[in-house]
Nanobody, 126 residues
């Protein structure tokens, strides 16, 4: 069974950057579209960005285009999320999810994901 483990979160000042990692084990990632999601306290989980098996990315945060960059390294069985110009409202637990599908959905659907990681906390505060 595919297992996902996120890392790279932490406390960062506004304006800073982070690179989150999602490492897979138990199975190869190269047949899965991978989505980064986040959940802030008291809010629903929302999609951030997805990368297909052909490395095509889909952004789910239209208002934040350019601050989030998703990429994958199938040789390392890892997907990354680079977040720049961090804002306090980016504070959330960030999760990666895998879907047994080549392409990303046009709209994030929580129920469509097949595997989830445990999440990594990102806190943006001065």
């Amino acid at each position: 069974q595919l297992q996902l483990a996120e890392s790279g979160g932490g406390l960062v000042q506004p304006g800073g950057s982070l690179r989150l990692s999602c490492v897979a084990s138990g199975y190869s990632l190269d047949r899965y579209a991978i989505t980064w999601t986040r959940q802030a306290p008291g809010k629903e989980r929302e999609g951030v960005s997805c990368v297909s098996i052909t490395h095509k990315s889909t952004d789910y945060t239209d208002s934040e285009k350019g601050r989030f960059t998703i990429s994958r390294d199938n040789a390392k069985n890892t997907v990354y999320l680079q977040i720049n110009s961090l804002k306090p409202e980016d504070t959330a637990v960030y999760y990666c999810a895998a879907e047994r599908h080549a392409m990303c959905r046009d709209v994030f659907e929580y129920s469509g994901m097949d595997y989830w990681g445990q999440g990594t906390q990102v806190t943006v505060s001065s």
